[in-house]
């Protein structure tokens, strides 16, 4: 129990960041409307130990976009800050999905100030904005194809199909906010809008030197490594063909797949095993929103 607790601490410390335990509460804890009720298909995939698959998965595809990706190289600390900016993020996917709907609509809000200051030119002079609804469809495509597989293959209990339609149409709503103009809402468009992006996807040298340093260089104690590489094995495993080459992406032998299938298992089983308490405490927070809201 003792390893548990300590494995699970450090887990949700690293993804959650310092404040996480209050973050979390509030997010819980605090009474009122949400965007999405408890239990449906956004909170099962949210909530599941197989978005630290799915997160790798998005970042690493996500870097296929050259626009987006010199926009991440030039205007973000994922260098010297990759795990506050993670932090940030699965506080944001937490919010909009658990959290009240004024906090959610709040955490939107900041998310598109911060959109408002990043822009740039890449090397050709080409023009890139992050609030061009073009580049955060391909951001949002991105990251809810790879939750979705992510959970299709890893989660404690996966969805039906009708349960996966109703997860795209759910992120939608959060895309929609963010600005994305006509985010797909069924897994058939969300596939087919990854592949409309196919003709403009490549590898720049921003996106290389990022994987390079969010695989093989990241930022944890060296004990904590093969545990990572465990989980990132899973999550390459997800990764279409033709991404793995150009990104410089690690493979296994012949059955690199199916050696990516049972790491990818094994990881998000350590992962629930070692996170079970959190989520008893979030049940426990939610049953407390439920009487306090009742009242």
């Known amino acids: 129990m003792r390893i548990r607790e300590r494995l699970g601490q450090a887990l949700f410390e690293r993804v959650a960041g310092p404040d996480g335990p209050r973050h979390r509460q509030r997010i819980h804890g605090t009474p009122g409307p949400r965007w999405f009720e408890s239990g449906s298909p956004i909170t099962r995939v949210h909530g599941d130990a197989s978005m630290y698959v799915g997160g790798i998965r998005a970042v690493l595809l996500q870097t296929m976009q050259p626009q987006a990706m010199t926009a991440v190289a030039e205007h973000s600390g994922y260098r010297g800050d990759m795990w506050g900016r993670l932090a940030r993020t699965s506080r944001f996917l937490a919010v909009t999905t658990f959290g009240t709907a004024d906090d959610a609509q709040q955490a939107v809000d900041v998310v598109r100030a911060i959109h408002d200051r990043v822009h740039g030119s890449m090397p050709d002079g080409t023009p890139y904005d992050a609030n061009d609804p073009h580049l955060l469809e391909w951001v949002h495509v991105a990251e809810i194809q790879s ?149």
């Open 147 to 295: 939750f979705l597989l992510a959970h299709r293959r890893y989660g404690a209990r996966p969805l039906d199909p009708a349960g996966y339609d109703e997860y795209v149409a759910q992120a939608a709503v959060v895309a929609r906010k963010l600005g994305v103009l006509e985010p797909p809402t069924t897994q058939a468009e969300l596939h087919a809008a990854l592949e409309r992006f196919r003709p403009e996807l490549r590898a720049i040298d921003h996106a290389r030197d990022a994987v390079s340093y969010l695989i093989r260089k990241p930022e944890l104690p060296v004990a904590a490594r093969p545990a990572y590489w465990v989980l990132v094995a899973g999550a390459v495993g997800l990764m279409p063909d033709w991404t793995r080459e150009p990104l410089d992406l690690p493979t296994m032998p012949i059955v690199h797949d199916r050696v990516a299938d049972a790491l990818g298992r094994a990881g998000t089983r350590t992962v629930r095993w070692a996170t079970a308490p959190d989520r008893a405490l979030t049940a426990r927070l939610a049953r407390t929103r439920a009487v306090s809201a009742a009242g």
